[in-house]
């Protein structure tokens, strides 16, 4: 009796310790997220370490990171378009610093880099020039710093450009982004949610238990695939058939994706709308029956209606699902990060853009920290759309 | 009324051995969970030592593009050699280059050369980087089967690529849009198309990005309009390869191995495996074994262009 007291208090206490624990891992990555996520907006554009240059008599103070790619583009290739002098810009990085001076001129080690620039700014008083603090870190006599803003977070959401791997200055714009997962999202449930509805309806009400009993399971398993298959089968089957339907040039659009994701959806969506269904109590059935409605009055006007609340729930489980579904979408939306205007178009969703860029970014840099400022943006919508299934599911219990 | 009642004792019955029995089984899975535990720390464990006596197992990390080739010659080297042990890891040509840097790694592999910096830091370290070519890898330029364009100069892919040509009447093909594919920012080919293809210049916004080279091959094959970059081995039959031009057009040449082995094509790249000098003797009987005939073989069998 004393044994089993004791293994009785020792499990309690494991249980309340791994309770704590996993409460404090949820803490921790949180905080971990919005620790790399907000100290985005303590960097410029330009990779700590790096630093541009200009002659000393060019009057620009400051560039911004559209500005300083067009210029890398060659596509703004004057001064005067970006409020200077007229001349022309040349560029400058170690490679072409390599082809114009000689290694000897380089030094053995190197250590006459910093002559060099000095030299080829002085020579050719246009030239922007991108080096490593490494070179040009105690100063260039001839040459003057060009100050970069840091990205502030009006910029952040308002740039339409996301080009986070663009040298020198990178181009974190995440509006395209941002409306591209919602629009991606928004219109998978709009598939989803009656296709849900009628089979949950079809399952709790209509289906005699044999059906049922074979349906569900099935549907059920349509969870269980993995997200690579759907964008598998998505690629091969609803790509082409988007294509052909609407006779468009491209296939890979955020239409293919929102079917996509909506088929994903829908096992959440029938489980819990049909679970809500069935809570109808039976009296409230027997009542409408027994005023003469038929089965489809009564679900009609009392079942669907009684269970809204709970079918509210599963449509929005249903977006947080596919707010967050990173691999079938990188397959099928064609991942152009444009701002979107129709649904015949290729969109760049959120978390694809994060698993597919992750890998590469180097840990702590500038696109690491910005792909963990969209983990946040992330996080913080499928937040919200928590509360809201909290608060949609609490209702009827005060009513 | 009655149908509830039933349910409610039914579960007052149930209730009282079904705990208990849950207690019993718990108990018994934490023992088992505790002695499998205990068992896997003790195999990690013996792992680590064991990894620790056997020197001899060279690492190798460093471009995804080499991998699958990397993997096959070590499996190959491996079944030849016995007793030899090799280790490949992926994660990018970066990756890999700091990874020789910091002494984490044997071999680098590297789909491109060292950039200047990164020859700066080796020298810093004082580390002599040596670097064996052990194959080459030639970009094919692929479009629909459908369209009647054969060849492009590399101005006009640039301008392709980068948005300022859209539509294929602008290069001699029919009134239809250019979609343009290419692969994610991670990858060591996109890094190598812009610098090789566009000038360094960024690619456009509207251009299509797949997470894989088999995504593009699938995407172009069934897309009228569109244009795609993939290694030579997949350029298959649902593709046309185009003959690209680096000469302003006046000669056009055919994505063949003969011709990124005699460096007429011109979107051909080396594939390196750099090592430290003083690491010469570990690792010269792998590095021999991929330069030999069988070991070329292979190269050729994965799809990349031999050296010979």
């Known amino acids: 009796m004393k044994f089993s007291r004791i293994i009785g208090k020792s499990m309690e206490g494991l249980v309340k310790a791994c309770g704590y624990m996993s409460a404090f891992t949820v803490l921790l990555i949180v905080l971990f997220l919005f620790r790399e996520g907000i100290s985005f907006f303590t960097l410029t554009p330009i990779e700590e370490g790096y630093s541009l240059w200009v002659n000393q008599n060019n009057p620009v103070q400051q560039l911004s990171a559209a500005e300083v790619k067009d210029i890398f583009d060659q596509k703004i290739t004057h001064w005067s378009a970006v409020g200077g002098q007229d001349l022309p810009i040349g560029r400058l990085t170690l490679d072409e610093l390599a082809e114009a001076y000689t290694e000897e001129q380089l030094g053995v080690s190197f250590e006459h880099i910093p002559d060099c620039i000095n030299h080829y700014i002085d020579s050719l008083p246009g030239t922007l020039a991108f080096f490593s603090d490494q070179w040009v870190g105690t100063g260039l006599q001839g040459a003057r710093r060009l100050d970069m803003a840091n990205i502030t977070p009006a910029v952040f959401f308002s740039d339409t450009e996301w080009f986070p791997t663009s040298l020198p200055a990178a181009r974190m714009g995440v509006l395209p982004l941002l409306l591209g997962t919602l629009l991606v999202s928004f219109f998978s ?18 289906a005699d238990d044999r059906v049922r009993r074979i349906l569900k399971p099935m549907i059920e398993l349509l969870a269980g695939i993995p997200s690579v298959v759907y964008g598998f089968f998505g690629l091969v089957v609803i790509v082409p058939l988007v294509q052909e339907t609407f006779n468009l040039p491209v296939g890979e659009t955020a239409l293919a994706g929102s079917i996509v994701l909506g088929i994903m959806a829908l096992p959440t969506i029938i489980t819990v709308s049909e679970d809500a269904l069935r809570t109808t109590p039976r009296y409230m059935k027997e009542a409408s029956m027994a005023l003469g409605a038929s089965h489809w009055q009564t679900i009609k006007n009392v079942i669907v209606p009684y269970a809204a609340s709970g079918i509210t729930a599963a449509a929005i489980l249903g977006i947080g699902r596919a707010l967050g579904e990173t691999m079938a979408v990188l397959m099928v ?26 890998g590469e970014a180097p840990f702590g840099g500038l696109h690491f920290k910005a792909l963990f400022a969209l983990g946040c ?23 | 009324m009655s149908g509830i009642k039933a349910v409610v004792l039914d579960f007052s019955f149930q209730t009282h051995p079904l705990k208990i029995h849950i207690l019993k089984n718990n108990w018994i899975k934490i023992t088992v969970l505790c002695l499998m535990a205990m068992a896997c720390n003790n195999q990690s464990t013996q792992d680590k030592s064991g990894s ?22 070590a499996e190959e080297y491996m079944n030849a050699t ?173 994505p063949t191995i003969e011709g990124a082995k005699d460096k007429t094509y011109p979107i051909a790249r080396p594939l390196f495996y750099f090592y430290d000098a003083k690491s010469e003797v570990k690792v010269k009987a792998f590095i021999d074994y991929i330069l030999s005939d069988a070991g070329q073989k292979i190269v050729a069998e994965i799809g990349f262009v031999p050296i010979k």
């Open chain 1, 377 to 399: 943006i992330l996080f913080l919508m499928t937040l919200a759309i928590n509360l809201i299934v909290e608060r949609v599911i609490e209702r009827p219990e005060k009513a």
């Open chain 1, 189 to 206: 449930i709009l598939f989803a949610v009656p296709l849900g509805l009628a089979a949950a309806i079809y399952l709790a009400e209509i």
């Open chain 1, 333 to 358: 939306t064609g991942n152009s990060a444009i701002m979107p205007t129709s649904l015949l178009q290729p969109v760049r969703t959120i978390p694809a853009t994060i698993a597919a860029e992750l």
């Open chain 2, 52 to 73: 620790h006596t056997n020197a001899t197992t060279i690492s190798v990390k460093g471009s995804d593009t080499e991998l699958p080739l990397s993997q096959r010659e």
């Open chain 2, 82 to 254: 016995p007793g030899a042990a090799v280790s490949i890891v992926g994660g990018g040509s970066g990756t890999g280059i700091t990874a020789l840097l910091d002494g984490t790694t044997d071999i680098c592999m590297s789909s491109r050369d060292l950039k200047t910096g990164e020859k700066l830091r080796f020298r810093e370290k004082k580390i002599d980087v040596k670097a064996v070519i052990i194959g080459y890898d030639a970009l094919s330029v692929i479009v629909n089967p459908k369209n009647q364009v054969r060849q492009l100069t590399r101005e006009q892919l640039e301008k392709i690529f980068t948005g300022e040509i859209t539509n294929w009447k602008e290069v001699g093909g029919k009134d239809a849009k250019i979609v343009a594919y290419s692969r994610e920012s991670s990858s060591g080919t996109y890094e190598f198309f812009k610098e090789h293809v566009l000038d360094k210049k960024n690619y456009s916004p509207t251009v299509l990005n797949m997470p894989a080279t088999g995504a593009i091959v699938q995407s172009v094959s069934q897309t009228e309009g569109a244009i795609g970059y993939v290694g030579l081995a997949y350029a298959t039959s649902s593709v046309k390869s185009l003959n690209i031009s680096y000469d302003q057009g006046k000669t056009y040449v055919e």
